[in-house]
């Protein structure tokens, strides 16, 4: 039972356009949403994140939008460079307990 | 580069073999954490060390025994492995646990790339 869905496997965006990333989950314990980012041979990398309180985090060139009542939220990355080619991890938490759940992962390919 | 460092990178070894994965972080991080992640697939959560005391075991097989001999260090004792406990595994740390760490992100090591011959 996955409690957080990506479920877009790839995603290829053309340099300089945006891209979107979704995820949804199910628990509504979940209060701290992340997100991270991989490339081959490295651990993943915290990128950005968002509150349960709040709608709306950005940073740069990366926005996290929450929907509470949908359990979505999805990343945008504006503009898309090819240096943002990775798998895109999001994760959840509860204030409960220590654990954060990772869904899937999406990869994205950025084309110059 | 990153601020959680994990040795070796890869390791191979038998299914009768004892060996440790080891990692070491020095930004004052108060949680600590082992994941196991296969090809493909997201990192699933296996131990949380919280003030150096083991606060969560995912129900992990005891051929995998973690230990945390200080603040900054976090192993992995490894003996008798199956050929499916191959995988990356992957050391992460954060500032604090529970309530007061709800909101802080964890920050990981490369991984130890684990090959069960």
């Known amino acids: 039972d996955q409690q957080v869905k990506q479920n877009s496997p790839s995603l290829s965006v053309q340099e300089g356009r945006i891209s979107i990333l979704n995820c949804d989950y199910t628990?509504?314990?979940?209060?701290?949403f992340l997100w991270y980012k991989k490339y081959p041979a490295e651990g993943p990398t915290f990128l950005i994140s968002?509150?349960?309180?709040?709608d709306k985090n950005e940073d740069g060139r990366f926005t996290v939008f929450l929907n509470k009542s949908a359990k979505h939220l999805s990343l945008h990355i504006v503009p898309s460079q090819p240096g943002d080619s990775a798998v895109y991890f999001c994760a959840a938490r509860s204030s409960e307990d220590d654990k954060v759940i990772f869904g899937p992962g999406t990869s994205l390919s950025v084309i110059p | 580069d990153t601020e959680v460092t994990q040795t070796p990178k890869h390791l191979v070894m038998g299914m009768t073999n004892k060996k440790s994965l080891k990692c070491e972080q020095h930004m004052g991080h108060r949680a600590m954490y082992w994941y196991k992640q296969k090809a493909k697939k997201p990192p699933e959560l296996m131990f949380v060390y919280s003030y150096e005391k083991l606060s969560i075991n995912e129900s992990v097989p005891s051929r995998f025994s973690p230990e945390c001999p200080n603040s900054s260090l976090l192993n992995l004792h490894l003996h008798a492995l199956q050929p499916e406990d191959s995988a990356l595994y992957l050391c992460?740390?954060?500032?604090?646990?529970?309530?007061?760490?709800?909101?802080?992100?964890?920050?990981f090591g490369d991984g130890t790339r684990l090959s069960i011959l």
């Open positions: 968002i509150s349960s309180i709040k």
């Open positions: 628990n509504s314990m979940f209060d701290y």
């Open positions: 992460a740390s954060s500032q604090e646990v529970g309530s007061l760490g709800s909101n802080q992100p964890q920050h």
